[in-house]
């Protein structure tokens, strides 16, 4: 059974820091990709930052120099850090993991909060 569960979601002040994991178990999980999105009330959901198999990161305009995504294999988790955080990063962040050699075999988690407010 595939499990994808994140944490690390809270309140924060702006320009405060939350670090996000995701771990996963019942996959291989090297052979993913691992993307987090948000999603802000009443939008719709978003790519923010994506990893693949070897390490290549790619990042949302809005996010880039602030949010770093990284994975550890071993222990079948990603990881994003979160830098000066702003209001409007406030959203449910949701990863997303997509078997490299089959987009269609892709799994969700149930999603953690992050609120950034003074």
């Known amino acids: 059974q595939v499990q994808v569960v994140e944490s690390g979601g809270g309140l924060v002040q702006p320009g405060g820091s939350l670090r996000l994991s995701c771990a996963a178990s019942?996959?291989?999980?090297?052979?993913?990709?691992a993307d987090w999105y948000h999603q802000r009330p009443g939008k719709q959901r978003e790519l923010v930052a994506s990893?693949?198999?070897?390490?290549?990161?790619d990042y949302a305009d809005s996010v880039k120099g602030r949010f770093t995504i990284s994975r550890d294999n071993a222990l079948k988790t990603v990881y994003l850090q979160m830098n000066s955080l702003k209001p409007e990063d406030t959203a449910v962040y949701y990863c997303?993991?997509?078997?490299?050699?089959?987009?269609?075999?892709?799994?969700w988690g149930q999603g953690t909060q992050v609120t950034v407010s003074s």
């Open positions: 990893i693949g198999t070897h390490g290549t990161t």
């Open positions: 019942g996959i291989t999980f090297g052979l993913y990709t």
């Open positions: 997303n993991l997509v078997f490299a050699y089959n987009t269609d075999t892709t799994y």
